[in-house]
Every structure is written in structure tokens, then in C-alpha cells.
């Protein structure tokens, strides 16, 4: 294999992989053909994302298994389901759109993930983890209802796999007895330490042809006698533990082979096609390393587990294009404004949690955990767990934070309705990557999190402006002695300063930010930067309604007084979002005023920057100030 310590500038010599108009063609190759496949892959991995930008580390780790998979089976009839979509970027190289990978995260350009709509061979959606057991297990029970041949590998990675969803779907599948292979991507230490030579051959002999025919004649032989099967089965198992985590996965139903060496490719394509051909459920554990073949990243595999696309300074345009962009944010990162806040809270307050389900750099708090480190949880990607755990705590009189990104808050959803809003619990919620998050596409939007937390009773949700609003916003959240959230957008603020005390924002309080005639503009968090140059042209009033829920009830009523007509701007889908909630309002205080809500349309946005994507949903200031001139006529 060959060893990279810098990511290609250009494109690679790869003339073997160039031949691959599908997968197909690998059925026929030998390990040799196979071993110049894997590096040629490897070597234009680095390259496109070093052009596109993306996950870098995860795609690495798994070249030999992808290759192995589409040398094992026969895609896109039979079926491999891909969890995360982090680690799919060689599948997406060799199913035939290896000359669109440049173009991927971009707008227009290829999904960050797998999606069934760009490919037969993605065989289903996915941006969140988890998911492919559940999902791979349903391809089965119906090829088994359709009386279809078809086999079916779920890949899921140690990390995915501590999610309760996924346990779930293991146990089911041992129930239902599904000819369902599992294969485990362990790229971290944390399941089991045998990894060497006894166990590879241990391997070897379990997924071996002659084992399984004497293990399938042994079985039919002493079935007649009486209590030898059970002896036998008991005596395999423990046999097999011995050497590997078995034992957990043959209780729930699962033949367990493994580990073995997920980059000896002779070794993970045999165990692949005698796996490939046995019935009942299968469980193949594979070791990997993440960020294989690329030395930085393989010793630093979270820094690189994405990356932004390589600046080439000799080239003007693109320089140029850096220079812009860098003088466009000149603010903090609400992420940091909240790392930075929950350790001056800590400080204050002992009584403060710190909670994150598996998002510690994401969210910033790295220096929390480290600071802080008994009050530090990381639950692993178990977002129910995360906020029912939060909710025992508050129990107890503690001031837990759960610090999460709006669409993984979606799945902690009945959890926040039922352990923490039924019972007003004191929980506080930091809600990162709300609204359009830009590249990741249509899984990671936060398009729909003013909507699902409005309709809940007693919850109060906010939304800041600016950073030192972020700040202010989340001091204000912790110390309401009930459920609340503070919805904060990705990447950058406005540039506005931060102040250094915790101070607290009054909850429902509006600030009007410009006085005008005729329109008055209520913008709700992120857009009332665009909402400030839109009043500008119009004349309009502006004024940053700050809270969500509950609104400012005063400000809205004198705004419907002295002006013709309201907009309302959010980052949010238009549906029950914070313009329904001022519709609401002014219905029940029986006020007649023309009103235009404008926010998300009733669509998943595509995956592009911010700017497009804003742009493209109608939400820059150009857009806006056009579609309320037309309102005007």
C-alpha cells in the first residue's frame, strides 16, 4: 500500500481504476488487480477531496473493504446499506461517478451522502448514523417475502453502533432470522484488544466453507441426541470467545466472525464471499484504521475527519476567492460563543452539566471537557439517551446543558416532550446548525426545529441575532427554571462584541432595531441581518423579535397598529414556525392586518453554501425585498 504524507495537487495516475465502468468488473480481478485498485482509489480519494473539500478520514479507512464489498457482491442487485455516509465516498468512486467527485458537496454537484435518488447503486438516504441495520434488515424481509435471492450488508461503524437504534435492529434481526450480513467497521479500540495472528486465523477457519458444512453435518448428526447440541453449541461459543467478542452478538441471534484485518484485502474478500452465501443472520467484525494510507490523518484521525478543499495560492482567482471570504466573516463562531459561555457558567455555578451526544468538537467543548471533566458527559450518538439523562439530572437539582444540532435533536424529540416539558424540568438546550447548514445537504439542515419546539407547552425558545445575543440568550435559558432552547446558526456571526459578563436577556422581550413607514419587518434570529438592509430600501421598521416562544405580544400589537402590513423572516420552515406563532397571535386578539411570512419553503433544501441556498429558498435580501414589493403590487 502506498503511503501519502501530502494530499495530490493533481490528479493521479490511476489507469486500472479508470477501466471500472462499474463495479463489476472487480468480480473478476485478482487479489493483485484488486491491492493496485485499492491504492489507485486511495490516491484519487486524497486527490478530490483535496479538490472538493469534505469527510477525508472515514473514506480513507475503508478502500480494501469498499473494494472487497463490490468484489463480493453482485451491486446494485444485491444490496449494501451504508451507515453515516461519512465512509461512502470510495463507493461513490466506483459505481460510476468517479469524474463527479470534485464536484461533490457542491451545489449542483454530489451529495455529501448516499442518496437514492443520484444513484442505483445508494441504496438508501443517509446523513444521520444508525440507520443501516434497521433499514438493511427491511431489504431483507422483503427479498425474503418477494422470494428474491438477493443478499443484503449493512456497514456500520464502531461509533454508530452504540445507538440504541441499532441494537434494536440486531435483536430483531436474530428473532426474524434474516439472511442479513452485518459488517462492524472498528476503527477505534473500544470493543475488543484481540487483533493478531491467532484471531485472523481464527477467522479464517470460521468463515471457511469446510467449517461451516462440519458445523452445519455436526448439528443434524447430534440433533438426536439427547442435550449434545446444546453441549456443542455452548462448547463452540465459548471456544470462540476466547479470542473475540462473540459472545454478545451469537446470544442475540448472529454468527460472529472476526476481528480481522479490515486492509488485508485477500483475507476481507474471502470472509466477505463465504459470508456472502450463508443463511441467517452474520456479524463480520473488521479492524481499520481511520485516515488509512495518509499519514497526518492517520495520527490525527479527528482533525481529519473533513476538511476544506485545498487553496492554491499561485492561483489568483482562487486566492482572490480566499480573500473574499475571509473579509466577509469577520465574527466569532457561535459554537465558540457557546464553549466559551458554558465554562464561565461552570465557574459560577457547580451545579452546571455539560451533555453532548458525540459532538464535543462540533459543539466546542473540548475546553469544557477538559476543564470540567466530572461534569463532562459524552453519551456516545444516543440523542434520546443525551436528554432523558438530562432530564434524571434535573430531577436531582442539578442545571444540566444538552449542547446538540438541530436535526439530531429530532430524534431526542418524544424524550423532550415527555421526560423533560411534561414533567418542566429544568433543561437547558444549545441548538447548533440551525437553519440551512450549507454542504452536508438536506439531512443536516435545522429547517424545522422553531416548528417542533414552538407547539411544546411551556417551552421557551430563542433565537439571537448576534453573538453577544447568543451569549446574553443562554444565560437568560439557564436560569429559567424550566425546559428552554436557544437555536443558534452555523459558522460565523455578524462580528458584534461579546461581552464578558452573564448577564441575562429578558425572555419575550422584542428590540426595535429601525422605525419606518408602512412595513414593519419581525426578524427572528439569523435573518435579521438581511432583514436591517431590506428596511433600509423599503423604509421600513425593523425589529429583532428575539424570542420564539414566547413572543413579544406588545410589539407586535403596536406593530400591527402603525403599520400596513407585517412580515415575519425566519430561518425556519414557514409551516407552524415563529410567523404562525405571530399569526396566531393576532387572530386571537381578533387584529385584522395584512401579514407575509416569509421563511423555508415547503421543500428539503439541496446541499450548497449558505449564500445559494438562501438565495435559491428566497431568503437574501434581494429576494426578500422582491417578494415584498409584490405583495405590495
Same mark, same amino acid.
Given at each position: 500500500?502506498?503511503l501519502f $504524507?501530502?494530499?495530490?495537487?493533481?490528479?493521479?495516475?490511476?489507469?486500472?481504476l479508470?477501466?471500472? &465502468?462499474?463495479?463489476?468488473?472487480?468480480?473478476?480481478m485478482?487479489?493483485?488487480q /484488486?491491492k493496485?485498485i485499492?491504492?489507485?482509489?486511495?490516491?484519487? /480519494? !486524497?486527490?478530490?477531496?483535496?479538490?472538493?473539500?469534505g469527510?477525508?478520514?472515514?473514506?480513507?479507512? +475503508?478502500?480494501e473493504l469498499t473494494v472487497?464489498?463490490h468484489?463480493?457482491?453482485?451491486?446494485?442487485?444485491?444490496?449494501?446499506?451504508?451507515?453515516?455516509?461519512h465512509?461512502?465516498?470510495?463507493?461513490?468512486i466506483?459505481?460510476?461517478?468517479?469524474?463527479?467527485?470534485?464536484?461533490?458537496?457542491?451545489?449542483?454537484?454530489?451529495?455529501?451522502?448516499?442518496?437514492?435518488?443520484?444513484?442505483?447503486?445508494?441504496?438508501?438516504g443517509?446523513?444521520?448514523?444508525?440507520?443501516?441495520i434497521? *433499514?438493511a434488515?427491511?431489504?431483507?424481509?422483503?427479498?425474503r417475502?418477494?422470494?428474491?435471492?438477493?443478499?443484503?450488508?449493512?456497514?456500520?461503524?464502531d461509533?454508530?453502533?452504540?445507538a440504541?437504534?441499532?441494537?434494536?435492529?440486531? *435483536?430483531?434481526a436474530?428473532h426474524?432470522?434474516?439472511?442479513?450480513?452485518?459488517?462492524?467497521?472498528?476503527?477505534?479500540?473500544?470493543?475488543?484488544?484481540?487483533?493478531?495472528g491467532?484471531?485472523?486465523?481464527?477467522?479464517?477457519?470460521?468463515?471457511?466453507?469446510p467449517?461451516?458444512?462440519?458445523?452445519?453435518?455436526?448439528?443434524?448428526?447430534?440433533?438426536?441426541?439427547?442435550?449434545a447440541?446444546?453441549l456443542?453449541?455452548?462448547?463452540e461459543?465459548?471456544?470462540?470467545?476466547?479470542?473475540s467478542?462473540?459472545?454478545?452478538?451469537?446470544?442475540?441471534?448472529?454468527?460472529?466472525v472476526?476481528?480481522?484485518?479490515?486492509?488485508?484485502?485477500?483475507?476481507?474478500?474471502?470472509?466477505?464471499?463465504?459470508?456472502?452465501?450463508?443463511?441467517?443472520p452474520q456479524?463480520?467484525?473488521?479492524?481499520?484504521?481511520?485516515g488509512?494510507?495518509?499519514l497526518?490523518a492517520?495520527?490525527?484521525?479527528?482533525?481529519?475527519h473533513?476538511?476544506?478543499k485545498l487553496?492554491?495560492?499561485?492561483?489568483?482567482?482562487?486566492?482572490?476567492q480566499g480573500?473574499?471570504?475571509?473579509?466577509?466573516?469577520p465574527?466569532?463562531?457561535y459554537?465558540? +460563543?457557546?464553549?466559551d459561555?458554558?465554562?464561565?457558567?461552570?465557574?459560577? $455555578?457547580e451545579?452546571?452539566?455539560?451533555?453532548?451526544?458525540?459532538?464535543?468538537?462540533?459543539?466546542?467543548?473540548?475546553?469544557?471537557?477538559?476543564?470540567?471533566a466530572?461534569?463532562?458527559?459524552?453519551?456516545?450518538?444516543a440523542e434520546?439517551?443525551a436528554?432523558?439523562?438530562?432530564?434524571?439530572?434535573?430531577?436531582?437539582?442539578?442545571?444540566?446543558?444538552?449542547?446538540i444540532?438541530s436535526?439530531?435533536?429530532?430524534?431526542?424529540?418524544?424524550?423532550?416532550?415527555?421526560?423533560?416539558?411534561v414533567?418542566d424540568?429544568?433543561?437547558?438546550?444549545?441548538?447548533d446548525?440551525a437553519g440551512?447548514?450549507?454542504?452536508?445537504?438536506?439531512?443536516?439542515?435545522?429547517?424545522?426545529?422553531?416548528s417542533? !419546539?414552538?407547539?411544546?407547552p411551556?417551552?421557551?425558545?430563542?433565537?439571537?441575532a &448576534?453573538?453577544?445575543?447568543?451569549?446574553?440568550?443562554?444565560s437568560?435559558a439557564?436560569?429559567?427554571?424550566?425546559?428552554?432552547?436557544v437555536?443558534?446558526?452555523?459558522?460565523?456571526?455578524?462580528?458584534?462584541?461579546?461581552p464578558?459578563h452573564l448577564?441575562?436577556?429578558?425572555?419575550?422581550?422584542?428590540?426595535?432595531?429601525?422605525?419606518g413607514k408602512?412595513i414593519?419587518l419581525?426578524?427572528?434570529?439569523?435573518?435579521?441581518?438581511?432583514?436591517?438592509?431590506?428596511?433600509?430600501?423599503?423604509d421600513?421598521?425593523?425589529?429583532?423579535?428575539r424570542?420564539?416562544?414566547?413572543?413579544?405580544? $406588545?410589539?407586535?400589537?403596536?406593530a400591527?397598529?402603525?403599520?400596513? /402590513?407585517?412580515?415575519?423572516?425566519?430561518?425556519?420552515?414557514?409551516?407552524?414556525?415563529?410567523?404562525?406563532g405571530?399569526?396566531?397571535? /393576532?387572530?386571537?386578539?381578533?387584529?385584522?392586518?395584512?401579514i407575509?411570512?416569509?421563511?423555508?419553503?415547503?421543500?428539503?433544501?439541496?446541499?450548497?453554501?449558505?449564500?445559494?441556498?438562501?438565495?435559491?429558498?428566497?431568503?437574501?435580501?434581494?429576494?426578500l425585498?422582491?417578494?415584498i414589493?409584490?405583495r405590495?403590487?
Amino acid at each position: 500500500m502506498k503511503l501519502f $504524507d501530502t494530499i495530490p495537487t493533481e490528479r493521479p495516475f490511476t489507469p486500472l481504476l479508470d477501466t471500472l &465502468d462499474s463495479p463489476a468488473a472487480l468480480h473478476a480481478m485478482s487479489t493483485e488487480q /484488486l491491492k493496485r485498485i485499492a491504492d489507485e482509489l486511495r490516491a484519487y /480519494l !486524497l486527490y478530490s477531496v483535496g479538490v472538493s473539500g469534505g469527510h477525508f478520514g472515514a473514506g480513507l479507512g +475503508v478502500v480494501e473493504l469498499t473494494v472487497a464489498l463490490h468484489h463480493a457482491f453482485n451491486t446494485p442487485y444485491d444490496r449494501l446499506v451504508w451507515d453515516v455516509g461519512h465512509q461512502a465516498y470510495p463507493h461513490k468512486i466506483l459505481t460510476g461517478r468517479r469524474e463527479q467527485m470534485t464536484s461533490i458537496r457542491r451545489y449542483g454537484g454530489l451529495a455529501a451522502f448516499p442518496r437514492r435518488t443520484e444513484s442505483e447503486y445508494d441504496t438508501f438516504g443517509v446523513g444521520h448514523s444508525s440507520t443501516s441495520i434497521s *433499514a438493511a434488515l427491511g431489504m431483507a424481509l422483503a427479498a425474503r417475502s418477494q422470494g428474491e435471492e438477493r443478499r443484503v450488508c449493512a456497514i456500520i461503524g464502531d461509533g454508530a453502533l452504540t445507538a440504541g437504534m441499532a441494537f434494536e435492529a440486531l *435483536a430483531h434481526a436474530g428473532h426474524v432470522n434474516a439472511n442479513l450480513l452485518v459488517v462492524l467497521n472498528d476503527n477505534e479500540m473500544s470493543i475488543s484488544e484481540n487483533v493478531g495472528g491467532m484471531a485472523s486465523y481464527l477467522a479464517r477457519i470460521l468463515v471457511s466453507k469446510p467449517y461451516q458444512s462440519m458445523r452445519e453435518n455436526s448439528k443434524k448428526v447430534l440433533s438426536h441426541l439427547p442435550g449434545a447440541l446444546e453441549l456443542a453449541r455452548r462448547t463452540e461459543e465459548h471456544v470462540k470467545g476466547m479470542v473475540s467478542p462473540a459472545t454478545l452478538f451469537e446470544e442475540m441471534g448472529f454468527n460472529y466472525v472476526g476481528p480481522i484485518d479490515g486492509h488485508d484485502l485477500e483475507t476481507l474478500s474471502q470472509a466477505l464471499r463465504s459470508m456472502r452465501d450463508l443463511d441467517g443472520p452474520q456479524f463480520l467484525h473488521i479492524k481499520t484504521c481511520k485516515g488509512r494510507g495518509f499519514l497526518p490523518a492517520e495520527s490525527d484521525p479527528i482533525g481529519y475527519h473533513a476538511i476544506t478543499k485545498l487553496e492554491k495560492p499561485s492561483d489568483p482567482e482562487t486566492a482572490s476567492q480566499g480573500a473574499k471570504k475571509a473579509a466577509a466573516v469577520p465574527g466569532k463562531k457561535y459554537c465558540s +460563543v457557546f464553549g466559551d459561555w458554558i465554562c464561565d457558567m461552570a465557574a459560577v $455555578d457547580e451545579r452546571l452539566i455539560g451533555i453532548t451526544p458525540a459532538m464535543r468538537e462540533g459543539s466546542d467543548m473540548v475546553r469544557f471537557s477538559q476543564q470540567y471533566a466530572e461534569r463532562y458527559y459524552d453519551v456516545a450518538i444516543a440523542e434520546q439517551h443525551a436528554v432523558t439523562l438530562a432530564a434524571g439530572m434535573a430531577c436531582e437539582e442539578m442545571k444540566p446543558i444538552v449542547a446538540i444540532y438541530s436535526t439530531f435533536l429530532q430524534r431526542g424529540y418524544d424524550q423532550l416532550i415527555h421526560d423533560v416539558a411534561v414533567q418542566d424540568l429544568d433543561v437547558t438546550f444549545a441548538i447548533d446548525r440551525a437553519g440551512l447548514v450549507g454542504e452536508d445537504g438536506p439531512t443536516h439542515h435545522g429547517a424545522l426545529d422553531l416548528s417542533y !419546539l414552538r407547539c411544546v407547552p411551556g417551552m421557551v425558545v430563542l433565537a439571537p441575532a &448576534d453573538e453577544a445575543e447568543c451569549r446574553a440568550m443562554l444565560s437568560a435559558a439557564y436560569h429559567h427554571p424550566g425546559p428552554a432552547a436557544v437555536r443558534y446558526p452555523r459558522g460565523t456571526g455578524p462580528g458584534a462584541e461579546i461581552p464578558s459578563h452573564l448577564e441575562a436577556l429578558p425572555i419575550g422581550k422584542a428590540e426595535s432595531r429601525r422605525s419606518g413607514k408602512g412595513i414593519a419587518l419581525l426578524a427572528f434570529g439569523s435573518l435579521n441581518g438581511p432583514a436591517a438592509e431590506v428596511a433600509e430600501r423599503l423604509d421600513a421598521s425593523h425589529i429583532n423579535m428575539r424570542s420564539v416562544k414566547p413572543l413579544d405580544r $406588545d410589539a407586535i400589537l403596536a406593530a400591527a397598529r402603525d403599520h400596513q /402590513l407585517l412580515v415575519t423572516l425566519e430561518e425556519n420552515v414557514v409551516a407552524g414556525g415563529a410567523g404562525s406563532g405571530v399569526n396566531e397571535l /393576532l387572530a386571537a386578539e381578533g387584529v385584522q392586518v395584512a401579514i407575509l411570512n416569509l421563511g423555508l419553503p415547503d421543500v428539503f433544501a439541496e446541499h450548497g453554501k449558505p449564500v445559494e441556498l438562501l438565495r435559491d429558498c428566497g431568503l437574501d435580501a434581494d429576494s426578500l425585498e422582491s417578494a415584498i414589493r409584490q405583495r405590495l403590487g
